[in-house]
């Protein structure tokens, strides 16, 4: 079991540039979760698949922010044209629910936009 | 709408003493209750979840109570060390997975 795990670990970006971000969920697990968490607060949930299915997406999910799990393993999370309040810590989950509801995390993706 | 409540937001205890953290929700229909730890500027360790027909669940020095009608759970952590120093979030699940956080209790264990 090798975990969640998700690349890049830090990216530093210029406002108005383009970034993306990977997540590789623990190999068997089916969901997969996207949060943001900025200093101080709790993680806000983003979006959530179920294998490539996209089944919910946050409010906070605005048209800059995209996300992807084509053949139901790895996600990607794609931000355009970033903006400065788009500096957070950004976590993937996944999860196995027929063994248990459990979510596991990765150790994030900080962006900071300048 | 779902709210996640944590109280105290920090807490300062001195080593070896017994504490309480608190979470509070709104809304009762949850399908499970986790609590996390997280270290500064690094991801979310699962410590204990609780499914909504349990009342609580223990794992070491770790018990978590969960009461969905009145919308509470605690987080009691015996015997308090140093390496305990992080912070604790609360989140409360959906059927489908999808989790409402608190802001968290950052504890500091002093030696």
């Known amino acids: 079991d090798t975990g969640v795990s998700q690349d890049p670990r830090h990216k530093i970006t210029k406002r108005g540039q383009n970034v993306t971000f990977r997540c590789d969920p623990i190999s068997e697990h089916n969901r997969l979760y996207w949060y943001r968490q900025t200093l101080g607060q709790g993680p806000e949930f983003l979006t959530y698949f179920q294998n490539e299915a996209q089944l919910e997406k946050s409010r906070l999910l605005s048209d800059r922010f995209s996300a992807e799990r084509p053949k139901g393993s790895f996600s990607t999370l794609e931000i355009q044209r970033t903006e400065q309040g788009d500096s957070a810590m950004y976590l993937c989950a996944s999860s196995w629910p027929f063994t248990g509801p459990e979510q596991y995390f990765g150790p994030g993706t900080r962006l900071t936009v300048t | 709408k779902q709210e996640v409540t944590q109280i105290p937001a920090a807490l300062s205890v001195p080593e070896g003493e017994n504490l309480v953290l608190n979470c509070s929700f709104t809304d009762s229909a949850i399908y499970n209750l986790q609590w996390f730890r997280q270290d500064p500027g690094k991801g979310l360790t699962s410590l204990l979840l609780i499914q909504s027909s349990q009342r609580e669940q223990t794992s070491g020095r770790l018990n978590a109570s969960l009461d969905k009608s009145s919308g509470r759970s605690t987080l009691y952590i015996a015997a308090s060390q140093p390496g305990d120093s992080a912070t604790y979030l609360c989140?409360?699940?959906?059927?489908?997975?999808?989790?409402?956080f608190g802001d968290g209790t950052t504890l500091t264990v002093k030696p």
């Open positions: 989140a409360v699940n959906t059927n489908a997975g999808k989790s409402t």
